[in-house]
């Protein structure tokens, strides 16, 4: 049974920091990736990672802020969030495909975790 269990999210101040982690189990993947959904808006692209350090994307707006990182057994993808601003808070989820088309759309990937809340305050 494939699962994603993510880890980190929390309560932070404008320009703090947090750190979101996702375990994956059952199998391994080649993308990775982490997308977010805030109060009354569809569910977007954050950024993904590719098998053993394949390319990495990042939505415009957290680029120079998060880094996607994963595990050297390619089972866990971290979510590194620095400069945090109060645009970005949201329910962060993250998703995982055998597929290595550099995927940002949400149907485009197969495993879903429950989601972590990041509350960024001003």
């Known amino acids: 049974q494939v699962r994603l269990v993510e880890s980190g999210g929390g309560l932070v101040q404008a320009g703090g920091s947090v750190r979101l982690s996702c375990a994956a189990s059952?199998?391994?993947?080649?993308?990775m990736g982490w997308f977010r959904q805030g109060p009354g808006k569809e569910r977007e692209f954050v950024a993904l990672?590719?098998?053993?350090?394949?390319?990495?994307y990042y939505r415009d707006s957290v680029k120079g802020r998060f880094t996607i990182s994963r595990d050297s057994a390619e089972t866990t993808v971290y979510l590194q969030m620095n400069s945090l601003k109060p645009e970005d808070t949201a329910v962060y989820y993250c998703?995982?495909?055998?597929?290595?088309?550099?995927?940002?759309?949400?149907?485009?990937?197969?495993?879903w975790g429950q989601g972590t809340q990041v509350t960024v305050s001003s």
């Open positions: 990672s590719n098998w053993r350090g394949g390319a990495t």
């Open positions: 998703a995982a495909t055998g597929w290595s088309g550099n995927p940002r759309q949400p149907g485009e990937y197969e495993y």
């Open positions: 059952g199998r391994t993947f080649w993308t």
